[in-house]
C-alpha cells in the first residue's frame, strides 16, 4: 500500500430510519474492518456517517455492494498532545494561513498522552505546507490505518 | 324547496333532449369550423358537422383528451377571437402541461350560472353571506363560487384560502352563512374554530365542498362540527371549473348541469359508450361555450350516472362521487398532481427517476411525501450541500406542482420494486 500523506475519509449517506446506522457498522464488521474514527453529521432528514478504517478500500468495497452510498474525501491527520491547548494551537496556525475548517473530529489513541485530529480543511496542500512550516507533524495513511 | 332557474333544473327528459341536440349541433359546427383538432379528427372519422343532428350523434365525434389540449397550449383549441374574451383559468400543473381554458363574457356567465344553481340548492338565497374560502386565481374555485355567489344576490366574502385566522374573523363579524372551500380546508377551518372557542359565533347553515374526494364520515364530521349541511360540487377547468354538477338537499349525488355539459360514460380501454347505470371514465361535451368549446372531453374521473327520480325535484342526471381514476392523476389537498410531473423535476435536478409518492390523509388533510434515492453522483460529504441540493429540489417541486411536498432521501434500490416496476405511487387515503 502506498503511503499518503493524506487521509481516505469515507462518507456514507445515512437515510433517516431506525437502525440504519447499525446496518452500515455491521457491514463493516462482517467484512472485517476495524474503525479508527468516526464521526456523524446529520440534518434533520438525512445523516452523514463519516469514518476512517484500517482498510479503506474493503471498506468502500463492502459497502458499495450493500448498496450504499458512499464517497471519499482526502482529510488531513494531527498528532498532538492530550494537553490543555494543543488544539487551539494548530487551529491558530491555520487561521493566520487563512485555510478555513470544514470540519473536525479527534480521537484518543492507545498510546499515552497522545489524540489524533482529523481534519478537512478547504486547502489540503496548504494546510499541509503550513503545518510543516510550524513543525506541526501530519500523520501519513499508514500510521492511521494501522493504529 | 328553491331553484335557480326551475325551468331548466326541473324540465322533462323530453325537453332537456330536444335542448341539448339543438345546442349540440350548433356547438359541433362552431368547433369543427374553428379548432384544427375537431376538423381533422372528425375528417379521419369521416364524420361531418351534418351527421350530427341530436343527442343520439353525439358518440360519432370523437373523443379528446388532456394530453392534445397540453400540446395545443395555449391556442389550439380557442374557437373565438382574443378580442372577444374576457378571462382565462388554468389547471395546476407544468408550464409545459398547463392547460388554459378561455371565456368569453357568455362562457363566464353560464359558469357563474352554474354555480348560481349549486347555491341555491345549497339553501342560498340573497340575504346569505357566501364565505368563498377557495383560491382566487388561475384555480377555478374561488371566481366560480364568487360568479355565483353575485348571480344569487348574496352578499360575497372573496376571502380566498389561507390565513385561518381572519377567515374566522369574518365568519363571526359578518355572519357568514354559506361557506365555499375544499372539503379539507373546511374541517381545519372546523378544529380551528374550536380551538378558538368561537363555535357558538359561528353563523353558517350550509357548505359546498368540492376540488377534492372527501369520503361521507368525513361529510358528517364536518356537518357535525360545523353545525351545518355540507354539500359536494364538482367541475374542471377544462369544462368551466366548479357547478359542472352540484349536489342538492338529497345528497346522494351531483345533478349534472346538462344544458350545458353533456355527460357519457364510457369504456376507459376501448372508448365505447356504456348503458346508463354502468361504471366507467366520465366524458362531457360542452354545448353553449363560445370560447373553448369542448367536445368528448375525457375526465378521467370514474364514475356512475342516474336518472332515477330524485326528491328534490330537479330532472338533471346525477353523477354519483367518481370513485377513481383512469389515469395516474393525484388530487392532493385539491391540486392535480401527475407523477410525471415529479419525474421531470427530479430528472432536472440531476436525481435518477427512481421515487415513491406516498400519500395518506391525517386530521382531514392530505400529508405528501416524495421518496427519493439517493445516489453516488449527487451525494456529498458536506451536510451544507446536501442541504442545498435537497432545498433546490423542493423549490422546483413546489414551483412545478403548486404545493410542497416532503421531500425524503433514501437509500439506493429501498423503493419497493414489484416484479422490477417500481411502485410509484401508495395512496394510503381511504375516502
Known amino acids: 500500500m502506498t503511503i499518503t500523506m493524506t487521509i ?46 484500517s482498510e479503506p478500500d474493503r471498506a468502500l468495497e463492502a459497502l458499495k455492494s450493500a448498496n450504499c452510498v458512499v464517497s471519499v474525501t482526502q482529510v488531513l491527520a494531527v498528532a498532538i498532545e492530550d494537553a490543555p491547548g494543543s488544539l487551539a494551537k494548530i487551529l491558530r496556525i491555520l487561521a493566520d494561513a487563512d485555510v478555513s475548517v470544514e470540519y473536525l473530529y479527534a480521537f484518543i489513541t492507545h498510546t499515552e498522552g497522545h489524540a489524533y485530529v482529523i481534519l478537512r480543511v478547504e486547502d489540503t496542500g496548504r494546510a499541509t505546507e503550513v503545518f510543516a512550516e510550524h513543525g506541526v507533524k501530519t500523520a501519513d495513511s499508514h500510521e492511521i490505518y494501522d493504529l | 324547496m328553491s331553484y335557480y332557474q326551475a325551468e331548466i333544473e326541473r324540465a322533462s327528459y323530453e325537453t332537456m333532449r330536444e335542448l341539448q341536440g339543438e345546442r349540440l349541433v350548433k356547438t359541433v359546427k362552431h368547433a369543427y369550423d374553428n379548432i384544427a383538432y375537431y376538423r381533422e379528427k372528425m375528417k379521419e372519422k369521416g364524420v361531418e358537422p351534418g351527421d350530427i343532428r341530436s343527442v343520439d350523434d353525439l358518440r360519432k365525434l370523437p373523443l379528446l383528451s388532456k394530453e392534445y389540449l397540453r400540446d395545443a397550449y395555449p391556442y389550439g383549441f380557442l374557437a373565438r377571437p382574443l378580442s372577444e374574451c374576457v378571462r382565462i383559468q388554468s389547471t395546476s400543473g407544468t408550464t409545459g402541461k398547463r392547460v388554459v381554458a378561455f371565456y368569453t363574457q357568455h362562457d363566464i356567465d353560464l359558469w357563474d350560472e352554474c354555480c348560481a344553481r349549486a347555491i341555491v340548492a345549497a339553501g342560498g338565497t340573497n340575504e346569505d353571506v357566501v364565505h368563498v374560502s377557495y383560491g ?49 380546508y373546511a374541517a381545519f377551518l372546523a378544529e380551528s374554530i374550536q380551538s378558538m372557542g368561537v363555535r357558538d359565533q359561528i353563523k353558517l347553515k350550509a357548505g359546498i365542498f368540492g376540488a377534492e374526494a372527501w369520503s361521507e364520515e368525513m361529510r358528517r364530521d364536518i356537518e357535525k362540527n360545523l353545525g351545518i349541511r355540507a354539500y359536494d360540487i364538482y367541475g374542471l377547468t377544462e369544462i368551466s371549473g366548479p ?113 415513491q409518492i406516498i400519500v395518506d390523509r391525517v386530521n382531514y388533510t392530505d400529508t405528501f411525501e416524495v421518496q427519493v434515492e439517493m445516489t453516488p453522483e ?44 417500481a411502485v410509484r405511487v401508495i395512496d394510503k387515503r381511504k375516502i
Open chain 1, 8 to 53: 481516505d475519509q469515507i462518507s456514507v449517506f445515512v437515510e433517516n430510519k431506525p437502525g440504519r446506522l447499525a446496518e452500515i457498522t455491521e457491514i463493516l464488521g462482517a467484512a472485517d474492518i476495524d474503525l479508527r474514527a468516526m464521526s456523524i453529521a446529520d440534518t434533520a432528514d438525512f445523516g452523514i456517517l463519516r469514518i476512517i478504517v
Open chain 2, 136 to 184: 382566487y386565481g388561475l384555480f377555478t374555485g374561488g371566481p366560480g363560487l364568487n360568479g355565483g355567489s353575485h348571480k344569487v344576490g348574496s352578499l360575497t366574502l372573496p376571502m380566498s384560502s389561507g390565513n385561518t385566522e381572519r377567515q374566522i374573523q369574518f365568519m363571526v363579524d359578518l355572519e357568514s352563512t354559506i361557506l365555499c372551500c375544499t372539503p379539507s
Open chain 2, 243 to 355: 357547478g359542472v354538477s352540484f349536489e342538492c338537499a338529497e345528497q346522494t349525488g351531483m345533478h349534472v348541469n346538462e344544458d350545458h355539459f353533456i355527460p357519457e360514460i364510457i369504456d376507459p380501454d376501448t372508448g365505447e359508450v356504456l348503458p346508463l347505470g354502468e361504471k366507467g371514465e366520465l366524458v362531457f361535451s360542452c354545448i353553449t361555450k363560445e370560447a373553448f368549446p369542448l367536445l368528448r372531453y375525457r375526465t378521467r374521473d370514474i364514475c356512475v350516472l342516474t336518472r332515477e327520480k330524485c326528491s328534490c325535484g330537479r330532472t338533471l342526471v346525477k353523477m354519483f362521487k367518481p370513485m377513481g381514476r383512469s389515469d395516474d392523476m393525484l388530487i392532493i389537498r385539491g391540486v392535480n398532481v401527475f407523477p410525471s410531473q415529479i419525474e421531470t423535476v427530479l430528472m432536472n435536478a440531476g436525481y435518477p427517476a427512481n421515487y
Open chain 2, 378 to 421: 449527487m451525494f456529498s460529504d458536506e451536510v451544507k450541500e446536501l442541504s442545498e441540493r435537497e432545498n433546490e429540489l423542493l423549490t422546483s417541486m413546489r414551483a412545478m406542482l403548486g404545493i410542497s411536498p416532503k421531500v425524503t432521501l433514501v437509500n439506493p434500490r429501498s423503493i419497493a420494486r414489484s416484479e422490477g416496476k
